[in-house]
């Protein structure tokens, strides 16, 4: 089946520091990625649409110069959190589909990001 | 809001009884999943109900649609303690680019 592999699985690091996380599709090409964002006891939120040679598409009220993403190759998205303050602290999860016909929705394991 | 409406944000129950979890949406969609979360960890996918079926079974998950309604239910029967966790439902909006919208969540407490 199609694997969505995401590192690192937890991260602590400075406030005023940048934070990259990987989202990397294993067995598969997604032309398309998404992030998501889980604060605690929340659900999960939308943060931009990851496109393969293209720029990303951010979601309203998500600032696209904080939240750097880089869709570099059919398999691999990454989304870098600059200047992290401790309000970015947040489960981030990414998804990528399969462009072939019969697999569905996969999502990788989540990033528990605090800032201290 | 980007998000749907689930109802009840929590519920506790007693083993081996019944849970059912609704869930509202706002757009037309192309299918509406369900999804398990336990505390701190990431999504299981359940079930997968496309938007021109009006129920579907899985073990001991059943999943109802109503389009006209915009709504749908997730029905857990004979659970287990194993099943707390909090469960969402998410939407495929037709032309939507493939964007999967998440409900608020119900917290499900299964008590042994």
């Known amino acids: 089946g199609a694997v969505v592999s995401q590192h690192p699985s937890r991260v602590i690091c400075k406030s005023g520091t940048s934070v990259k996380i990987e989202c990397r599709s294993l067995?598969?090409?997604?032309?398309?990625m998404f992030w998501y964002r889980q604060f605690p006891k929340q659900s999960l939120m939308l943060m931009a649409t990851s496109n393969e040679g293209s720029k990303a598409t951010y979601e309203q009220g998500v600032e696209k110069d904080k939240f750097l993403i880089n869709h570099a190759s059919l398999t691999l998205s990454t989304l870098t959190v600059t200047s992290a303050h401790p309000e970015d602290s947040s489960f981030y999860i990414c998804r990528a589909d399969p462009t072939t016909e019969g697999y569905g929705y996969t999502f990788g394991s989540g990033t528990r990001l605090t800032v201290v | 809001s980007q998000q749907g409406e689930e109802d009840p944000q929590a519920l506790s129950i007693q083993e081996g009884e019944n849970a059912t979890m609704n869930c509202s949406y706002k757009t037309s969609i192309n299918n509406l999943q369900w999804y398990r979360q336990n505390s701190g960890r990431g999504l299981v996918h359940l079930i997968l109900?496309?938007?021109?079926?009006r129920e579907k079974h899985s073990g001991r998950l059943r999943v109802t649609l109503d389009t006209s309604k915009k709504s749908s239910s997730l029905l857990i029967t004979a659970s287990r303690a194993a099943d707390t966790a909090s469960y969402f439902c998410a939407t495929d909006g037709s032309n939507q680019g493939g964007k999967l919208i998440f409900g608020q969540g119900t917290e499900l407490s299964v008590k042994p």
């Open positions: 109900i496309r938007s021109n079926e």
């Open positions: 067995d598969f090409q997604a032309t398309t």
